[in-house]
């Protein structure tokens, strides 16, 4: 119940802006691509190799990172992706198209490693009151400015410096993170299960005061905020007891978040068009649900924060799963509706985006100490494998029609809210030792 003090906003601001550096990378990707077609000479079926090859990189990097941060530490995890966002700089360089694809991988993978463990290190350092309003807002706000950053970036260099001022760019962003991170400490829970407990207390003292090493409980007795040492084991423990059925319930919640926002997203305004709209109001209906998706944000943080953290995730679940089906049944109906439409695509766009700001916090929050890192980077990396074969769903013809892909989405999603249901235990407001207390009881 510790309030926040300079250390912890310190950290949150420090972390927000890395993620947004983070963010900014692949989002650079679309404004870099027309670009780099026409230099090389290749159509843009081919350049979108390029997303490709970053996607695959970033599920990668979130399994990678995932692990080197258990083993290693959340702070070396965080400073080895800003190193390669500095290497990647060269890409501004690059004479030919395939080594943009090598080098665009390895972007990738050091912005998917970063994500998760960036949540980690914020789950494992602040207070269990403020933990969960925190890390929403960690993840709204960094990738929002992420976008924002890369838009903006284009709009002012690319015009006079070409698509390879974007790529130049790595060099002085991920310099900021190194420079920065003299101000992210290592995670006084890995300190502790390292067997490091003076250096744990140093960290401990600097956000929770020279008596932070021991919080009060309500009823007056000492508890340990820092997990006891625990074996490094691998990923077999994921798969057993209730870990087990949260785990299998998260992969497959962020495969069908990933179907939908690489997918089903990214074909809709050519759906939309086959309704009878042209595609200025097409783009017009679209850039208006995402304004009116905005305050979805505030009522995300809000409700994990203050109702309850897998409940929300559950709810914003089965929204996505009503804003698919309502878009199967404009098809079957033949609704050539564009106030349908556009109450179906804010829907779809507020509740897919309380999924992603609901799964990864809460990943960081339902793992043991030494398998966190893994645990978050795995359930990360199942959300891009989800854009992988959404992207392939999308070149087979499966998003040409809004019937078969929203069925084809809503399964796997309906079947991921069923298993987080019955399977989901309540972090809000828990520390993390009692939430692993939960978790091993009967």
Known sequence: GAALNREHWKLAVVLALALAIDVMKPASIAFVMPGMANEYGITMSR????????????ALGSLVWGRLADVFGRRAAILLSAILFMGTAICGTMPSFRWNLVMCFMMGAAAGGMLPIAFTLM????????????????GGVGTSAGYLAASGAAALLEPAFSWRALWLLNLPTGAVIVLLNRYIPESPRFLANAGLHEQARAVLARFAGPAGALAQQADGEAAPVMEIHQPRTGLRQMLQGRHARITVALMVCGLAWGMVNFGFVLWLPADLRKLGLDAR???????????????????????????????SLVLFVALTVLAMLAFAAIE???LRSRTLALA??????????????????YAAEIYPVHLRGTGSGLIAAGSKAGGILGAALGVAGVFDG??????????????????????????????????????KSP
């Open 281 to 311: 109001a097409a783009s017009a209906l679209m850039a208006r649900s995402a304004l009116l998706a905005i305050p979805g944000i505030a009522l995300v943080v809000w409700l994990y924060q203050r109702w309850s953290s897998f409940r």
């Open 123 to 138: 789950a494992e350092t602040v207070p269990a009151r403020h933990r969960g309003w925190l890390l929403v807002a960690l």
């Open 344 to 361: 179906a695509t804010v829907l779809l766009l507020v509740a897919i985006s309380g999924v992603i700001a609901t799964m990864i916090p």
């Open 47 to 58: 350049a979108g190799y390029l997303a490709l090859s970053a996607l695959v990189g970033t």
């Open 402 to 439: 809004f019937l078969v892909s929203a069925l084809a989405i809503a399964a796997p999603m309906t079947i991921a809210g069923v298993l987080l249901w019955r399977g989901g235990v309540e972090t809000s407001g828990h520390d993390l030792e009692a939430i692993q207390r939960r978790l």
């Open 332 to 334: 079957v109906a033949d």
